[in-house]
């Protein structure tokens, strides 16, 4: 058995980010498990053995056919022993005894259900799986001291579990564009995250903000938050500022975490018609600038009673200027395999790095400027992969 020409061609490709990886394709019954212990790994705070988990599932899924048999996985990168031991049992038996078994373990489902609520992280988690919690009824009933994000989302965890839909995210970037014209007329947001890379559902809508004039778009998060809470369209928001001008790291390096934004974590309350169907509510107060009457803020529903008229769904906000416009957009749009493997690429290929806000070149010692995608992939010395095949 010889492989397939397109298997040798993708053989060559070790970095997610060389490859074209679409939402859709043909080996989910491998990559399913493998994401599973990858999710597994991460729960127990294992960072190298899950990005080796995700990496095995992401060769799997450029690849054109179904896996049938382990000679058609010769000349692949990326698969380690214990994915390929894992999936030579799924071929061989249909299922893996080490996934389906974690699958079913307490400590998998209770911290997948704990970290599964809004503000709640793995260590979080983990102490309240050792002193018993299992599930979010069980962190309502305790005692458990709970910070504002975690109210929330305790408090609407019921809609937040729930996908949001690609209508839904429409409503929401409706709400976000009129939102943003209020406070800064000229700025541009765009769709990032899952849904520009093609998803039908998200956990959450992404949007990023910026205005053509450099400098302009400064201060305009808490405007826009402004505007949304007097709209009482926002259950829930933590904004924090842009630190990346202000923390000096000297030229030789730019920072490598993304977190420098002025952004926001919200939760949106977005309004939905008798039908199901989510819309803008901003558009029911159209022509009233900073009105909002007719919408006087009711009493609070009770918690786990669905509310009739509105759904609470995540939104994260980030504000860029425009001279990082092209790097916020390749570092917001994921999935965050495909970043780590770009900034993996840039480091240990090119002697480059990336981040958010910029590229640097270690060799030449200087940024490498670019405002679009294409001009990074570029610099980078990469094929442009459109985001429709970012989904490692
Ligand atoms: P997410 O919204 O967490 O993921 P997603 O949109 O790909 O998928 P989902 O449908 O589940 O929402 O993150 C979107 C991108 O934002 C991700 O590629 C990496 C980037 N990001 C950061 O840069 N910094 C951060 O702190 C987070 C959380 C994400
Ligand atoms: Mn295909
Ligand atoms: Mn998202
Ligand atoms: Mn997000």
């Known amino acids: 058995h010889t492989p397939s020409p397109v298997i040798s061609a993708v053989s060559a490709k070790s970095y997610a980010c060389q490859r074209r990886t679409p939402l859709k394709h043909h080996n989910l019954f491998l990559t399913e498990p493998l994401e599973l212990l990858a999710e597994n790994a991460e729960l127990g705070e294992n960072e ?82 050792r002193e018993g919690l299992r599930c979010p009824a069980d962190v309502a009933k305790s005692e458990q001291r709970l910070n504002s994000s975690q109210q929330a989302g305790l408090l609407h965890h019921e809609d937040l579990s729930q996908h949001v839909s690609r209508a839904e995210a429409d409503a929401i970037g409706q709400i976000v564009e009129r939102a943003v014209q209020e406070v800064l007329p000229g700025a541009h947001i765009t769709l990032i995250g899952g849904f520009r890379r093609g998803k039908e559902t998200g956990h959450d809508v992404d949007f990023l903000i910026t205005h053509p004039e450099e400098g302009k778009e400064e201060g305009l998060m808490p405007k826009v938050v402004q505007w949304l809470e007097t709209q009482d369209l926002l259950l829930y928001q933590k904004t924090t500022r842009n630190s990346y001008l202000e923390s000096k790291e000297g030229p030789a390096r730019p920072p490598n975490n993304m977190d420098r934004f002025e952004r926001c974590f919200s939760i949106f309350k977005l309004e939905r018609r008798a039908s199901g169907e989510a819309h803008s509510s901003a558009q029911a107060t159209e022509g009233e600038p900073g009105g909002g009457e007719g919408r006087a803020p009711g009493p609070e529903p009770l918690p786990q009673r669905r509310p009739a008229g509105w759904k609470a769904v995540r939104v994260d906000l980030v504000v860029s200027p425009f001279s990082q416009f092209g790097f916020a957009l390749l570092g917001w749009t994921g999935s965050k395999l495909f970043e780590r493997e770009l900034r993996r690429w840039a480091g240990r290929e090119k002697n480059m790095s990336l981040s958010s806000h910029a590229l640097y070149d270690n060799s030449k010692g200087c940024y490498l400027r670019a405002s679009t995608e294409e001009e990074i992939f570029s610099h980078l010395g990469l094929d442009y992969i459109p985001p429709c095949d970012r989904n490692a």
């Open 48 to 129: 190298g053995r899950s990005v080796a988990f995700r990496r095995a599932a992401a060769i799997l899924k450029t690849l054109p056919l179904a896996v049938k048999r382990m000679e058609d996985l010769q000349g692949l990168p990326c698969l380690g022993d214990h994915s390929l031991r894992v999936v030579k049992e799924i071929l061989e038996y249909g299922s893996s005894q080490e996934v389906e078994s974690t699958r079913h373990s307490e400590q998998f489902q209770a911290m997948k259900a704990l970290t599964g609520i809004f503000g709640v992280g793995v260590k979080t988690a983990d102490r309240w799986f």
